[in-house]
């Protein structure tokens, strides 16, 4: 599976971003994509996945009500809209992905990564 993650940059608390990433390679119709990031010093945290076999999406408590996980399946994209922004969400955020019908319960269980994309939520 390749991902290629894109979209960071540095915005202004309260803005909006959207990241992108283009996957493929998949050797199995049931997956599961998300969003993971990490912050300076501190470990990787799930942040949103989705559930190829439903369609189904999950988000982490910090990140419900601001951020949106997205699949675009004719254009093999996944992608995180993020509003509301905080300085609290400076991190650098990865797609990845891992076979299964089930959101992982830790980011550890994801084996495949696409490079992060740094957000920067300042002012």
Do not use: H
């Not at 951020?67 to 922004?85: G, P, S």
Request: glycine letters at 10%.
């Amino acid at each position: 599976v390749q991902l290629q993650a894109s979209g960071g940059g540095l915005v202004q608390p309260g803005d909006s971003l959207l990241l992108s990433c283009a996957t493929s390679g998949f050797t199995s119709e049931n997956y599961v994509l998300g969003w993971v990031r990490q912050a300076p010093g501190k470990e990787r945290e799930g942040v949103a996945c989705y559930v190829s076999r439903n369609g189904d999406t999950t988000e982490a408590d910090f990140a419900r009500g601001r951020f949106t996980i997205f699949r675009d399946v004719a254009e093999n994209m996944v992608y995180l809209q993020m509003n509301y922004l905080r300085p609290e969400d400076t991190a650098v955020y990865f797609c990845a992905s891992v076979d299964g019908s089930t959101c992982p319960a830790t980011p550890k269980f994801y084996n495949s990564w696409g490079q992060g994309t740094q957000v920067t939520v300042s002012s």
